[in-house]
């Protein structure tokens, strides 16, 4: 009996250990789970859904034929008051995000609701070194963990389950101007994480941690450092060749890897993309010339030991804040008539790019958009013909793109059933001034070298925004659908013939992904910049996306990219077809107070060194001729520049928990004052406001 009985016991322990195991493989996220992606399955594993970061969801039970019968089949309301970037992930019937400040997140894909949300409490002093910002774009998965970089540059594992933390590690030296905006990616069983800040002075790299232990692995540097230190990497001494003159290294030299990464598990090799100068103009970085490696490049590194296998740089010689750090996409497509296996990517520069993955030899870049900079890519070199005087030695110029590119850190997708990239495509040009000896570098400060702040001359009228479809292996666009603004939202593509997007303007939209022609839209109340995602759970297929308005441009961007109307509701929300949820109307918006005008400078000379000083310290944030983006107050209608407060939040950091950060010993109490007289002025100055949509 007894016998029995114990054997009873241990088939029932058996039973249970048999099925925590099946629960277990459900749902751990490892190589073969992400890996399996590519050729199916219902999951969304890693910030671009799979290693090849496609953005592609193969299922089609939402098609271009029932489109017209989306609705919403829950939405939650999220704490939030900055920009939402992420594309959340789903395994096993939950969906992971990331707010801003850091913060990650767990709901209930079932239900609707918040299994954890984490708050890493990052030092909110760190606002005054983003440009773009407090946002934050994801996290990553791997066996029962959830991974995420904060702005504060840690890195965090925490239980998937419980959303506690398991370790942490400082992945930047918190004295210099780091973030980490970026999602991290996990490659066998290596969290790779880059950082941000090549416009405040640093130098860029990107790390591995094993995601058991949060050992560091080894770190890869982008640009050289102090010529007069031994280089960390043979192909360093290399690079430094191509840096002339000056002492970039003062400056950090830049080259963050701040967003783009993919990964091929057949080739063993990770991929990323970094970014601009540190400062942007050559000229005061390096005055010598030379291409400034590896700037504005994209690095294949051996993923077990950071060893470079092979780089291209899109942009020699970056000189106009053009990153390379775009959505990198992998797919094997067909060109004249030969399967290739290739690396897509449309960085800021305008050129869509379309390498070798194996070899980074460049196949072709043509033009997605409006490129006046460069006449094309030779192909036979590799390089870019620039159009002359583009480098603004010596009279300043307007050209396309400007800074903040033809294309931004919005995702693009890519159909392997259309053979089509779907871009989030702007249209907005830059001006660049080269202040070549009266540059001064301000440590912490936003160093560009280019007289950053005559891009608030530029007129409204010339920006705009489209979701461009580009044949990547024709090297043409396919259709497009014009937009008035930009700064619109990531693009998901489906295997239903769908292609999704959400607008500024606050619509969500699914196309057809053949034809573009619209085939449903959502009024979705606030602007989105994210990227949607879809999944299937119990049989049914969802389309999900973080609704929010905020990022670089609605904050930098100042009215130029102010959708009409548009404003910052933090929400997810979760479609299906027959979808029946609502939300809840929309509370109007009081028309700004008219504040009376205290007295303040009018001479000219204060009025243009309060424009300097506003654009080098404030403008980042609280827009380009102090015009707010729809996120943070618009100090033109703010009691605050009116009173001696100004003072206090600005010098004193009266208002750091809410994210503005104190500039005591950046800015004087008389330049305080310079600025004080520019943003009233601004505000004199405001034209009557514009008629509602
Ligand atoms: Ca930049």
Not at 178 to 201: D, F, H, L, M, Q
Not at 421 to 449: D, L
Not at 541 to 568: E, F, K, M, T
């Amino acid at each position: 009996m007894r016998r029995k009985a114990v054997t009873a016991a241990m088939a029932a322990t058996l039973l249970c250990i048999c099925v925590d195991a099946t629960a277990a493989s459900k749902t751990e996220v490892d190589s073969d789970a992400v890996t399996a992606l590519e050729q199916g399955g219902s999951e969304w594993l890693s910030i671009g859904r799979g290693y090849s970061e496609q953005r592609y969801a193969p299922i089609e039970q939402i098609n271009a034929g029932n489109a017209g019968k989306l609705g919403l089949a829950w939405f939650l309301d999220l704490a939030n008051d900055r920009g939402l970037e992420s594309t959340p992930l789903y395994s096993d019937g939950v969906l992971y995000g990331s707010l801003a400040w850091s913060r990650p997140f767990a709901v209930d894909a079932r239900s609707g609701t918040l299994l954890w949300l984490y708050d890493p409490k990052v030092d909110k002093s760190k606002a005054r070194r983003v440009c773009c910002d407090s946002v934050n774009r994801g996290v990553a998965l791997w066996k029962g963990k959830v991974f995420i970089g904060t702005l504060d540059g840690r890195l965090i594992a925490l239980d998937a389950r419980s959303g506690k933390p398991v370790w942490q590690q400082q992945t930047t030296d918190a004295a210099k101007p780091y973030t980490i905006t970026g999602a991290p990616r996990v490659v066998k069983g290596k969290v790779i994480i880059g950082n941000s800040g090549a416009e405040y002075g640093v130098r860029g790299y990107f790390s591995a941690y094993d995601a058991d232990t949060g050992r560091m692995a080894w770190r890869f540097y982008t640009v050289p450092g102090d010529p007069s230190k031994p280089y960390e990497q043979p192909e360093l001494a290399e690079a430094a060749k191509t840096w002339k003159g000056g002492q970039y290294w003062r400056y950090g030299g830049g080259g963050t890897v701040w967003d783009g990464m993919a990964y091929d598990p057949e080739l063993d090799l990770l991929y990323v993309g970094t970014g601009n100068g540190s400062p942007w103009n050559r000229e005061v970085r390096s005055p010598g010339g030379g291409d400034n490696l590896f700037l504005s490049s994209i690095l294949a590194v051996h993923p077990d030991t950071g060893k470079l296998a092979w780089h291209y740089q899109e942009t020699p010689g970056e000189s106009w804040d053009f990153t390379a750090t775009q959505q990198i996409t992998l797919a094997d497509i067909t060109i004249n008539g030969q399967m290739r296996k290739v690396l897509m990517q449309a960085p800021k520069n305008g050129f869509f790019y379309v390498l070798d993955r194996k070899t980074g030899k460049l196949l072709s870049a043509e033009k997605y958009g409006k490129v006046t900079w460069a006449e094309r890519v030779d192909l036979a070199t590799g390089r870019p013909v620039e159009a002359p005087g583009v480098r603004y030695e010596n009279k300043p110029i307007v050209m396309w793109p400007g800074s903040f590119g033809a294309h931004s850190w919005m995702p693009m997708s890519y159909s392997p059933k259309t053979g089509l990239v779907y871009i989030p495509y702007q249209e907005v040009p830059g001006a660049y001034r080269n202040e070549g000896a009266s540059f001064e570098f301000k440590p912490g400060g936003f160093n560009t070298g280019t007289g950053f702040a005559d891009a608030s001359a530029l007129p409204r009228e010339a920006t705009s925004g489209a979701l461009v479809a580009w044949d990547p292996a024709r090297q043409r666009e396919a259709w497009r659908v014009p937009y008035p603004t930009y700064w619109n939202g990531g693009t998901l593509a489906t295997a239903g013939n769908l292609v999704f997007q959400g607008r500024a303007n606050g619509q969500f939209v699914a196309y057809a992904a053949d034809t573009g022609s619209k085939l449903w839209e959502f009024d979705a109340q606030t602007g989105i910049i994210a990227g949607a995602m879809s999944y299937r759970q119990d049989g049914e297929q969802y389309v999900a996306v973080l609704a929010g308005w905020g990022g670089g441009i609605p904050l930098v961007g100042g009215d130029a990219s102010l959708a009409p109307g548009v404003r910052n509701i933090s929400r997810l929300l979760v479609f299906k077809l027959g979808g029946k949820a609502q939300l809840p109307p929309l509370p109007s918006i009081a028309a700004p107070t008219r504040l009376p005008i205290p007295d303040h400078a009018h001479d000219s000379a204060a009025l243009e060194q309060g424009r300097t000083l506003y654009h080098q310290n404030c403008g980042v944030c609280h827009g380009l001729g102090a015009v707010s983006g729809g996120v943070i107050p618009d100090l033109r209608h703010s009691p605050i520049p009116r009173t001696a407060t100004f003072d206090a939040v600005v010098l004193k950091g009266a208002l750091q928990s809410n994210g503005m950060p104190s500039f005591a010993g950046v800015i004087t109490a008389e330049q305080l004052t310079m600025i004080q007289a520019y943003v009233l002025d601004a505000a004199s100055k405001e034209a009557a406001p514009k008629p509602a949509p």
